[in-house]
């Protein structure tokens, strides 16, 4: 095969590769059982064997780096990562419904998202390709595990439009994958991970991406650190926008909590 070829061949593979993950990650509808996925795979890595300039840092083949960090460097937050409050018991549900109110007016309505218990994330993007991932930390300064999140199948390292933007999100262990990576670990007699939120923290800053890999790990977006000039004026327009770039989101809570009775506020 001829560069020229390659070249297409390459290209090609990327976009269709790239298409079946998103459909069996963020939608869960795969259109091809996973041996044609393995086989299209396989057929890249070879290409970009035989031409390595013809691998891209988009490319489905460097989901997994090979290098083993020595540490995570830290990073600062451009904007910082705020904590949620909590709220127990109805009267703290209007107290906050009244401190919006006060602040914003009373032309209010609320988004109701199912909360995932993992670790907060912030990604940054330029031109549409992941370029950092980091931790919350402090808030104000969180560790750079991008190497890590690239692991997550379900987390797009190209976006659908060439923006520019940083995103945040909820990175958490799936229960099969938790109770999968505990049955391991009991037949090595080594200590279960006492729930997934330790699990999914613990692998996550894993200093060999490989390990995190085989966690199994997911992902959900729920915020813009900075809408800038998209034209997003409301939450709810921030999650279709980032459902349309090829994140996932959470859609199951409007089903969830619509079978349930809301305070009237």
């Known amino acids: ?10 290209k090609d593979l990327q976009n269709l590769l790239n298409q079946y993950a998103y459909e069996y990650y963020v939608l869960d509808q795969p259109s091809v059982p996973d041996a ?5 795979l396989r057929e890249l890595i070879e290409i970009e064997e035989q031409f390595p300039e013809l ?21 600062q937050h451009a904007i910082p990562m705020l904590s949620l409050g909590n709220a127990f018991n109805e009267d703290d549900l209007r107290d906050f419904d009244r401190r919006v109110r006060q602040g914003v007016g009373d032309n ?8 995932i218990d993992g670790l907060a994330v912030s990604l940054i993007y330029e031109d549409g390709l992941l370029i950092r991932g980091a931790t919350r930390g402090d808030g104000t300064t969180g560790e750079d595990i991008t190497s890590n999140l690239r692991t997550i199948r379900s987390l797009p390292i190209r976006l659908i439009e060439k923006v520019s933007l940083e995103v945040r999100g909820e990175a958490f262990m799936p229960k099969k994958s938790f109770e999968a990576l505990n049955k391991a670990r009991t037949e090595r007699e080594e200590e279960p991970f006492a ?9 996550l800053r894993q200093l060999d991406p ?9 992902v959900f977006l729920y915020g813009i650190a900075n809408v800038g000039d998209t034209g997003i004026r409301a939450h709810s327009e921030g999650l279709d926008y980032l459902e349309k770039l090829g994140f996932k989101r959470i859609k ?12 009237t506020m």
């Open 1 to 10: 095969m001829d560069f020229q070829s390659a070249e297409k061949k390459a």
């Open 36 to 40: 044609e996925y393995d086989r299209l």
């Open 55 to 75: 691998q891209t840092p988009d490319s489905p083949t460097q989901r997994v780096g090979g290098e083993i960090l020595t540490m995570f460097n830290k990073v």
């Open 108 to 115: 209010v309505s609320y988004v109701c998202e199912l909360k």
């Open 195 to 203: 729930n997934p939120r330790n699990a999914a923290a613990g692998s």
């Open 210 to 218: 490989k390990i995190a890999a085989s966690r199994n790990l997911d």
């Open 252 to 263: 199951s809570a409007e089903k969830w909590i619509a079978s349930r009775v809301l305070l």
